[in-house]
């Protein structure tokens, strides 16, 4: 029983999901909006699971005096910090000025795009690696990279305006031509590919017969 | 103290607003007219009406819906008489005629989606001409139409606007089923062979060697995502070989639900393996729901317990290459798997096996050997090979413009 | 860990220096900005050399030119030209043709790291919207999203443009909030958008708002914009809002998601696109508001050439160490 009821959830569910597609007549116009009201409940409840797992895994490190326990005391402090302060200040907690305000504008913005930022560097390093003329299909990929990664900044554009180079070639058109025909079909093939493969899986998890999610094959 | 006044003011909005319907119902009552509000508006300019106004059901919904179609009037043109078309609403039989919403000036259409099905209605267009000076109205007339009717919303019992994609399902559910039912009946199905699964094994087997731990990394989407879900079919896989090599496993997740269900796959295959006593519960840990903050645990993780083997497979946004990246530096033998398309070109540069969108979905089958589960990827494939002829066949007809074929894929829209 | 520690504590004690010892930014003329591009491009010159004569440089080298190129440019004083791509135009064009008081959506569906990329597209959206006329429907799936639009229009309001316009919340603009639900926000925002948002941000409720209390669903919207910077966004705006509804939407993207929505464009189910930095550099050039797209695209181009000539030098050690390995 304890596989065939989420099992027997899944096949209603995912039936109803698809045929509230093509009848538009009530209930099953508003029968997928109660799942999906049910499905945020559910995940906005279970969030708690997830913050209660991550405070016992940190403590149990302080606790014991775990590799790098110092880092955990940086995340229960947090935690409670920006919690109390959500909580104190009332519903208008968001507003402009607030205490959660300046956490959110001068703590957590500067430090998510940090990270976001290092994409920067991990692009040139990636490239720097990726990028080499080994064989005919790579250094295809070179070129491409090459007149899109130029052609995308305006400098591209200028340094072929001193170079007197015809327009029709230009960087810019370049990139923008690869980008819409090569890479605009390329995306399209893997899309089409993609959204059979979600078909196909989301059946056999329907019909029951992808059980691996359960646990189980 | 902040609240009550709010509250005040909603009910002094409220008691305003009960007592609109009347006043507007009076002005609206004439068929042409001219309203002064703030100032008297100059002579000629009142515009000229809209013109053949239709009304009929919404088609194709649930009901509780009305179109309303009118030609544009003569004076709807640039620096013409008209500012917007205002849409007003009775119920057959009364003349108590209501706001239902304005149109821009040159838009020949307005959907109501405030009636109740059954009820019969009846429509007024007016063409409205305002002056606006720093967002206030300075004066402002309207022209009525007649009234037209009387129009009744239902609900439909099939979009007829998706036989299109109905039949595309259909045909790809029965590709599916059929390939599932041969395969059942024992008939053998090839599958190709995938770089990235049949490394699995020896990256599992290279971290043992190395004596290091395992990361499995199921992307930052929850279990709605069917990538997720793929995801995690495959770490059932590689948790069962970490139990059988005695291996460390950890899976950090980014979603509750995530953690819950990963939780009971890894425990299941260490029991799978024999090893049901080995299964920490903290080995699957939630991190946070935040993108980057995921990103810098994961980095923290691989740079300070330099993992040998890191699997990313699930839904990857921008924080893909940062993980990767990380994890290359460090030198461990990674394999990522998505459907992400912009994500692959980060993966394929940092990995060194990538499971290419399908292939990620087709994981599952291909580890297990199930017949049933090969059997749909079969199926997959027929419906692919219909796509192809489609777009073939849709180029050859759309280079001689012939439109009706490519048509009937047209899903834009109701 | 203790070493971790000292190093924060050393990056701190160094930041609190600087900003205390430098009281106002430093612009560097145009030719001191010259003199410097010269000086990197014969020290990358160099580093060519060198990897032809056999060093193989890390890739800690690589962070630091790119660290460089980025922020040097914050203390020049240089100007570039900027075109405009058929993308963005049409997206402008668009916009154009709405006649005033057409209903536009937006909904910010990304977060402060990505604001950098989106943040100046809002803003130019806003004010081309505002200066228009067109009534704005501000709402996010993404959490931080609106907020993001309150910043945008905290920001705007200031130039004495749209000081001009007498802008009132509820009657020119609406911020409508966040809702969880991802892409069911959308698919239900297609039967009632009050079912999805019944207040405001502020918590005004839905029917007490001038501009919306008559907007039931999308059939009463002329004109949507995304902005997105990954899941959920403008992939399900375009397969829930567009196929579903016929939504007519453009969009602005991150340059990391941009490559994923090209299709869209050239099958007609969006209008146009800004993408990336780049994106919204051209569109703040075609709306004549130039702002921080314009700005940063300056550091992009160094970046984007310093990222080219250490793909030439990665390729000059490659095929060093083939000749090397063949002997």
């Not at chain 2, 009744?152 to 994609?165: C, D, E, G, P, Y």
């Amino acid at each position: 029983m304890r596989r065939e009821i989420p099992m027997i959830i899944t096949a209603v569910v995912g039936f109803v999901f698809l045929i509230q597609y093509f009848i538009p007549h009530y209930p099953f116009s508003q029968l997928n909006n109660w799942f999906s009201d049910w499905f945020s409940i559910i995940g906005a409840c279970a969030i708690w699971l997830g913050a209660l797992n991550l405070m016992k895994i940190s403590f149990d490190k302080v606790y014991r005096k775990g590799r790098d326990w110092g880092y955990s005391i940086v995340i229960i402090v947090s935690f409670i910090l920006i919690v109390v302060i959500g909580f104190t200040g009332g519903e208008s907690f968001r507003d402009f000025g607030t205490k959660f305000d300046w956490l959110y504008q001068w703590i957590y913005t500067p430090l998510s795009a940090t990270m976001f930022a290092l994409l920067a560097f991990f692009v040139a390093s990636a490239s720097y690696r990726a990028f080499r003329a080994r064989n005919l299909e790579a250094t295809l990929l070179l070129i491409a990279a090459f007149f899109v990664m130029i052609g995308r900044v305006p400098v591209g554009d200028a340094i072929a305006g001193i170079i007197h180079l015809p327009e029709v070639i230009y960087p810019s058109k370049v990139a923008s031509w690869i980008m819409n025909y090569i890479n605009g079909a390329g995306q399209r093939a893997i899309m089409i590919g993609i959204a059979l493969g979600i078909v196909s899986t989301s059946l056999r998890i329907i019909l029951g017969i992808e059980r691996a999610h359960l646990g189980g094959e | 103290m902040k609240y009550y006044c709010i509250r005040f003011s909603i009910l002094v909005f409220l008691i305003f607003f009960a007592a609109a319907p009347a006043s507007i119902a009076q002005e609206a009552t004439n068929t042409t007219m001219a309203v002064d509000t703030l100032a008297q508006a100059p002579p000629d300019v009142t515009p000229v009406m809209a013109k053949n106004v239709t009304v009929r059901d919404n088609p194709d919904d649930g009901g509780g819906s009305i179109r309303i179609d009118w030609d544009l009037s003569v004076d709807d043109h640039e620096g013409g008489k008209i500012t917007a078309y205002r849409v007003l609403r009775s119920e057959a039989g009364t003349d108590d005629y209501v706001v239902v919403g304005d149109a821009p000036a040159g838009k020949s259409e307005f959907v109501d989606n405030a009636v109740t099905d059954g009820i019969e209605y009846l429509y007024k267009v007016a063409a409205i001409n305002e002056l606006k000076r720093n967002g206030e109205v300075i004066w402002s007339v309207m022209s009525d139409s007649d009234p037209i009717g009387p129009v009744k919303s239902s609900a439909q019992w099939f979009n007829m606007q998706r036989i299109n994609v109905f039949v595309g399902t259909v045909f790809v559910c029965l590709a599916i089923f059929f390939f599932i039912q041969k395969a059942k009946s024992g008939q053998d199905l090839y599958i190709r062979k995938i770089a990235g699964l049949e490394s699995v094994d020896e990256a599992v087997g290279r971290a043992t060697e190395m004596g290091r731990k395992i990361l499995f990394v199921p992307g930052i989407n929850d279990m709605d995502n069917v990538q997720t879900i793929a995801g995690v079919a495959i770490l059932g896989r590689v948790a069962q070989l970490a139990a059988e090599y005695e291996t460390q496993i950890e899976v950090p997740v980014s979603r509750s639900l995530v953690m819950i269900t990963a939780k009971e796959i890894v425990k299941e295959s260490y029991s799978k393996a024999g090893r049901p006593d080995a299964f920490n519960e903290d080995q699957v840990h939630y991190i946070t729901d935040d993108q980057f903050g995921y990103a810098a645990a994961i980095d923290g993780i691989i740079v300070r317990d330099k993992p040998a083997t890191i699997f990313y497979m699930g839904a990857f946004f921008a924080e893909s290459l940062i993980m990767a990246e990380t994890g290359n530096s460090i030198g461990a033998i990674q394999i990522a798997g998505t459907g992400q398309p912009s994500q692959l070109p980060f993966f394929v540069a940092s990995c060194d096996y990538t499971l290419i969108g399908e292939e990620l979905f087709a994981a599952s089958a291909y580890l297990s050997r199930e017949p049933r589960l090969l059997g749909s990827i079969k199926g997959q494939d027929v419906a692919k090979a219909a796509i192809l002829i489609s777009i073939i066949i849709g180029v050859i007809l759309e280079t001689f413009s012939i439109y009706q074929f490519s048509n009937f894929f047209r899903v834009i829209g109701e | 860990m203790k070493k971790d520690f000292m190093i924060y504590a050393v990056v701190l004690a160094l930041t609190l220096l600087f900003y205390f010892v430098i009281p106002k930014p430093i612009i560097f003329s145009t030719a001191v900005s010259y003199i410097i591009i010269v000086l990197i491009a014969v020290v990358l010159l160099f580093i060519l050399i060198r990897t032809i004569q056999g060093k193989v440089y890390e890739r800690r080298i690589v962070f630091l030119f790119v660290g460089i190129a980025v922020v040097l440019p914050f203390f020049m004083s240089l100007q570039q030209k900027i075109e405009l791509s058929p993308e963005v135009k049409a997206l402008y064009d668009a916009v154009m043709e709405l006649k005033p008081g057409s209903k536009v959506l937006v909904s910010l569906d990304y977060d402060p790291p990505s604001a950098p990329e989106l943040q100046p597209m809002a803003e130019s959206f806003f004010e081309l919207c505002f200066k228009r006329d067109l009534k704005v429907i501000i709402m996010g799936l993404w959490p931080q999203g609106p907020q993001q639009a309150e910043l945008a229009i905290q920001k705007i309001s200031k130039s004495p443009d749209i000081q001009a316009l007498n802008l009132q919340y509820g009657r020119d603009y609406v911020n409508l909030g966040f809702q969880t639900g991802n892409e069911f926000v959308i698919q239900r925002m297609g039967g009632s958008f009050k079912s999805m948002f019944q207040t405001d941000y502020y918590g005004t409720p839905y029917d007490s708002l001038e501009l919306v209390k008559n907007i039931s669903n999308f059939s009463n919207i002329d004109f949507s914009f995304n902005l997105s910077a990954g899941y959920p966004g403008t992939i399900e705006w375009v397969q829930i809002g567009v196929d579903r509804f016929g939504v007519k939407l453009g969009a602005g993207n991150t340059a990391v998601q941009a490559p994923q929505v090209y299709p869209y464009i050239r099958s007609g189910q969006l209008v146009g696109l800004l993408g990336g930095l780049n994106g919204a550099a051209e569109f703040e050039k075609v709306t004549g508001v130039l702002g921080k797209g314009t700005k940063f695209m300056v550091s992009q181009s160094f970046a984007h050439v310093i990222v080219i000539a250490f793909i030439i030098i990665g390729n000059a050690a490659y095929f060093l160490g083939e000749r090397k390995g063949r002997k």
